[in-house]
């Protein structure tokens, strides 16, 4: 670690930006979870509806079985959390654990009013307060849908991308749910599907599996230690000149680029904070690939 990063005051900024982003992280995981539990006992819950990914196998698996919505929460989430641990970090999966066994505590306690008796609305407006639930835990750095997690898992072992494996997987659920429930109830709940999952997009700004990263900083060399061997995620350096001023006398600098999942971005980017609050960071969502070894998009 940087020498400097021992000084007094440095120590106590770091101390000041982690705390921060805890307490951030906290508040947006708290929202999640309560808005989350809106969605499923105001609207969901009380007119059988459901929604995709793992809340989804959830709640149907509620409509066919004696079993408690919460109990069924924790246990669908089960296998995604560990896969959140081997993926991201043990930190990710301890909040995520958290956040979920929150979430089944709230549905199994909490007692709301039906909001309202229409279809249309509970199927729009469920979907809305879900889906502003899982954006919300993910800007917490934390998950209580883990179909993502899976679906990273899914696209690096095969030629399926992260959007078409949750589409792929979405799709059985609701042909599941034609069959074994009835075919107006899954065609409903796939309008709660498209409304949370707009939501979701929203407030994370797209769910892309990969973001760019760009990092201008004098302490370059620092963050690309950091990002390596910390976070354990590749980094490359390119030469570059100042463009203007003081900066653009110093042809020996470098700019970092780095490619990390939106579950990982928060992070690095505190990591950067630490070790340079003035670096000038880019962030940018990469959408398509050519060439290198990339795997092709077969179902783009």
């Not at 950091?226 to 030469?239: E, N, S």
């Not at 505190?270 to 962030?283: G, L, N, R, S």
Request: proline letters at 3%.
């Amino acid at each position: 670690m940087p020498k400097r990063l021992l000084k007094i005051q440095d120590a106590q900024w770091v101390k000041r930006v982690t705390i921060w982003r805890q307490v951030k992280d906290v508040i947006f995981i708290g929202i999640g979870v309560v808005m989350a539990a809106i969605g499923l006992k105001g609207f969901l819950l009380p007119n059988g509806f459901f929604d995709g990914g793992a809340m989804g196998v959830s709640l149907l698996l509620q409509i066919l079985t004696p079993l408690n919505l919460s109990i069924l929460i924790i246990l669908v989430n089960l296998p995604f959390i560990y896969l959140g641990y081997r993926q991201v970090s043990l930190r990710f999966a301890l909040k995520s654990t958290l956040a979920i066994f929150a979430l089944a505590l709230l549905v199994h306690y909490i007692e709301l009013p039906t909001i309202t008796a229409d279809k249309l609305l509970i199927a729009v407006f469920g979907g809305f307060f879900l889906g502003s639930g899982i954006g919300f835990a993910i800007r917490g750095g934390a998950v209580i849908d883990g179909t993502e997690v899976l679906a990273i898992q899914v696209s690096r072992k095969s030629s399926l991308t992260v959007g078409d494996f949750i589409t792929v997987f979405n799709v059985c659920l609701f042909l599941v749910a034609a069959l074994m429930v009835d075919l107006e109830t899954a065609m409903y709940s796939m309008l709660t599907y498209f409304s949370a999952s707009r939501t979701v997009d929203f407030l994370i700004n797209g769910v892309e599996e990969y973001l760019g990263v760009m990092i201008i900083s004098e302490y370059n060399e620092d963050i690309k230690t950091k990002i390596t061997y910390d976070l354990g995620r590749g980094v490359t350096a390119f030469k570059a000149d100042g463009g203007f001023g003081e900066k653009a006398k110093n042809p020996d600098r470098n700019v970092l680029f780095c490619v990390v999942t939106r579950l990982e971005v928060t992070r690095v980017l505190t990591e950067i904070e630490k070790i340079d609050p003035k670096a000038f960071v880019i962030q940018y969502p990469i959408k398509d690939t050519k060439g290198g070894m990339i795997k092709k998009r077969p179902l783009h």
